[in-house]
């Protein structure tokens, strides 16, 4: 995986969702930094006006697997597959094991689910 | 010989831990449509104040999302039919260390997004109780 860094004049990371695109579509969101309004990140000063001065370029790369944690910007993310058969950056999901062994839970019987859901609609076949 | 009738249990209550909550429904900014459609069927749930239209997840279904012991619910709750209520909730049906039987809220989402990234409300499912994707 590699994260790109474009100095303080970037955008937030052209490789990931803006917030308000993943807010809509629930999609993880990654804030490399934060993000600014376009016309403060496009804005030229009179005195500088047709140089544009070329935007410094560091890349950091990170060797992850699939199940590790990372850290960015406070925020925790977890390292999953992605469908495109690489992998990609999700806020983590606390699997039940891990939740129910520190609560002294278990999941429950068949016979008990059987027993509660007898009047329950069934399964329709979309998950 | 005729099977002895089994004999059903009282209704389990249903339960939002906050780690899951967090994860869920907290992704999502204050006011976003998908969160205040949670918080508000879960303010519903919890209050009693509508019959609900439980039904049971698919134990194993052709996606690959394994939800055994699951059920769930399209929201929002008031939606006339399924293709009105595009997110759901699904609960897992848990004993606790009082041996009491509860609905354990496990998942929050979509259940069939335009974006072909994001993870369906199955698949978070699968995830929590399995520790990965289907």
């Known amino acids: 995986m590699t994260a790109v860094s474009r100095g303080s004049k970037r955008s937030g990371g052209a490789c990931f969702p803006n917030r308000v695109q993943a807010q809509a579509t629930g999609t993880p969101w990654v804030a490399l930094a934060p993000e600014k309004p376009l016309s403060r990140r496009i804005a030229i000063q009179p005195d500088t006006a047709g140089r544009i001065e070329p935007m410094a370029t560091a890349v950091k790369k990170l060797d992850l697997e699939v199940g590790e944690l990372v850290e960015v910007g406070g925020r925790r993310y977890e390292v999953v597959p992605s469908r495109e058969g690489g992998v990609t950056l999700e806020p983590p999901i606390t699997p039940v094991s891990e939740l129910y062994a520190e609560r002294g839970w278990k999941p429950a019987s068949e016979e008990d689910f059987e027993r509660l859901t007898a009047d329950d609609l069934p399964p329709d076949g979309e998950g | ?134």
């Open chain 2, 1 to 134: 010989m005729s099977q002895p009738e089994q004999k059903k249990l009282p209704p389990a209550s249903v339960e939002f831990g906050s780690r899951e909550w967090v994860e869920e429904v907290e992704r999502f900014e204050p006011g976003a449509v998908a969160r205040v459609r949670a918080e508000s069927a879960r303010r519903t749930i919890e209050t009693g104040g509508r019959d609900l239209r439980w039904q049971r997840c698919d134990p194993e279904h052709e996606s690959g999302a394994h939800l055994p012991g699951c059920r769930k619910l399209y929201l929002p709750l008031d939606a006339e039919g399924a293709s009105a209520a595009p997110h759901g909730f699904v609960f897992q049906l848990v004993k606790t260390s009082d041996n009491k039987l509860i609905w354990n809220f496990i998942a929050f989402g979509e259940r069939h997004p335009d974006n072909p990234n994001t993870r369906t409300v199955y698949e978070r499912a699968h995830k929590r109780l399995h520790g990965h994707y289907p």
